[in-house]
Each structure stands twice: as C-alpha cells, then as structure tokens.
C-alpha cells in the first residue's frame, strides 16, 4: 500500500502525518485490498477570520477509486469526518464485492417460467 500525505499552505507535522496514519488505520482494517492512498491537507485563508482547514482523500482500490473531502474550523475535526465518510465508503464497496454469491432475479425468474 503506497500512502501519500501532502499538505498545500500547510506544512505536514509528524504529529499530523501520526494522527492521519491512526485514523486511516481503521478503513484499512475494514478493507485490506487498498493499493494507493493519496491525503491532501490544505488552509483555506479566505479571511483572517474565515479560514477554513480541508482535508480531501484519494483511496484506490482494486478496480475503483474512491474520494472523499471534508471542511471544518479545527484540521483534526475534518480528518475526523474524512476518515468517517471513507470508512463507510469502504464498507459499501466491500458489501458490493463480495455480494456475488446470491442468484440474479433474471434467473429465478427464468427457471420459474421454464418449469411450467
């Protein structure tokens, strides 16, 4: 798994690059099939006293890509949501693969009219 973390007007800490590592721990306990994670971390300075932390997440996967992005006050806050949007993200294209085990409607009702 390649991760990537990268922060625009904002210098990553390793306190910061730790927390993100922590949370992003939990969707990769959920789904172990992740191939590249890319983090941006970036300050919005639209004001002195408007100035709004982002956080934004690219997670591919075998076959897909999901994104995520979040805005909040406190940078920590939108990590919070972020890992909490991809987390249930991940559970439903986890849900979607492995759902392949049950038999089609098209099927069920071909065999229904076949037998009459």
Same mark, same amino acid.
Do not use: W
């Given at each position: 798994?390649?991760?990537?973390?990268?922060?625009?007007?904002?210098?990553?800490?390793?306190?910061?690059?730790?927390?993100?590592?922590?949370? !992003?721990?939990?969707? #990769?306990? *959920?789904? /172990?099939?992740?191939?590249? %994670?890319?983090? $941006?971390?970036?300050?919005?300075?639209?004001?002195?006293?408007?100035?709004?932390?982002?956080?934004?997440?690219?997670?591919?996967?075998?076959?897909?890509? !999901?994104?995520?992005? #979040?805005? *909040?006050? /406190?940078?920590?806050?939108? %990590?919070?949501? $972020?890992?909490?949007?991809?987390?249930?993200?991940?559970?439903?294209?986890?849900?979607?693969?492995?759902?392949?085990?049950?038999?089609?409607?098209?099927?069920?009702?071909?065999?229904?009219?076949?037998?009459?």
């Amino acid at each position: 798994m390649n991760l990537t973390i990268s922060g625009h007007h904002l210098e990553v800490t390793p306190a910061l690059r730790d927390y993100v590592l922590a949370k !992003l721990d939990r969707v #990769t306990r *959920h789904f /172990d099939q992740v191939v590249d %994670i890319n983090v $941006l971390l970036t300050v919005e300075k639209l004001k002195e006293k408007d100035r709004r932390q982002k956080a934004e997440v690219t997670l591919h996967v075998k076959g897909k890509d !999901l994104f995520c992005e #979040t805005s *909040h006050e /406190d940078l920590y806050a939108a %990590i919070d949501e $972020l890992v909490d949007k991809l987390d249930r993200q991940v559970i439903k294209h986890k849900g979607r693969v492995q759902d392949h085990h049950h038999e089609s409607p098209k099927r069920m009702n071909g065999a229904v009219s076949g037998s009459a």
